[in-house]
Each structure stands twice: as structure tokens, then as C-alpha cells.
């Protein structure tokens, strides 16, 4: 099994900036991918951003292009997704996934076969 623990999550004012982890435990893959996804209330959960864990290939979502960098420490297992210049419109629940077949270039939630308990994102106007 995998496990999958984001942190990092919280309360910010529009403008600023978050740091989100999710480390990753369990069984490894050779060729994998992380993603983040996020879920506002009463929308559907959205690509955000993913990279793959063996070349650092990134993809991400156009409205997060240029604000937020998703990136990997491989000696800890560990992905982050820097979020800058924040937006009320990106507050929603982070979740951290992984899709063991290594498909970056695949957006949709039904990718990814782990997925963490997700981190609260809140963005004040």
C-alpha cells in the first residue's frame, strides 16, 4: 500500500504565499507520478499541477501557471506545491495523489490510485 500525508495547509491573506507537503511512505513504483488536485465546496475536485518522480517532467493547470511550482525532494519521498500570489478562487482542499502508471499528461482524478486526506486552503480577499 501507499500512504500519502499533505501538510501545509491554512489560512492566508490574498496576495501571499503557502508551501504544501505530502510525504510519501509504502510501496514504490518504477516510473510514477504526483499530483495535486484540489476541491472547492460544491465543485468537483480539479487538476492542479503533477510531476513525475523520475526526470521532474511538470504539467499544470492554466490558472495556476506562473503562481504555483510543484517539485520533489526524492532522498525524502516528498512533494511540495509553492503557491504564490494567492486568490480567494484558489481556496479549496489540497489533496496530494499518485498515479503508479506515470501518466503526466492525464488530468482527471480517475488517474491517480492513492490519494492523502487532503490540507485546508483558505484565501482572504
Known amino acids: 500500500q501507499v500512504q500519502l500525508v499533505e501538510s501545509g495547509g491554512g489560512l492566508v491573506q490574498a496576495g501571499g504565499s503557502l508551501r504544501l507537503s505530502c510525504a510519501r511512505a509504502?510501496?514504490?513504483?518504477?516510473?510514477?507520478?504526483m499530483g495535486w488536485f484540489r476541491q472547492a465546496p460544491g465543485k468537483e475536485r480539479e487538476f492542479v499541477a503533477a510531476i513525475s518522480w523520475s526526470g521532474g517532467s511538470t504539467n499544470y493547470a492554466d490558472s495556476v501557471k506562473g503562481r504555483f511550482t510543484i517539485s520533489r525532494d526524492v532522498a525524502k519521498d516528498t512533494v511540495f506545491l509553492q503557491m504564490n500570489s494567492l486568490k480567494p478562487e484558489d481556496t479549496a482542499v489540497y489533496y496530494c495523489a499518485l498515479d503508479p502508471d506515470g501518466r503526466i499528461w492525464f488530468r482527471s482524478p480517475r488517474t491517480y490510485d492513492y490519494w492523502g486526506q487532503g490540507t485546508p486552503v483558505t484565501v482572504s480577499s
Open positions: 509504502g510501496r514504490t513504483f518504477s516510473a510514477y507520478v
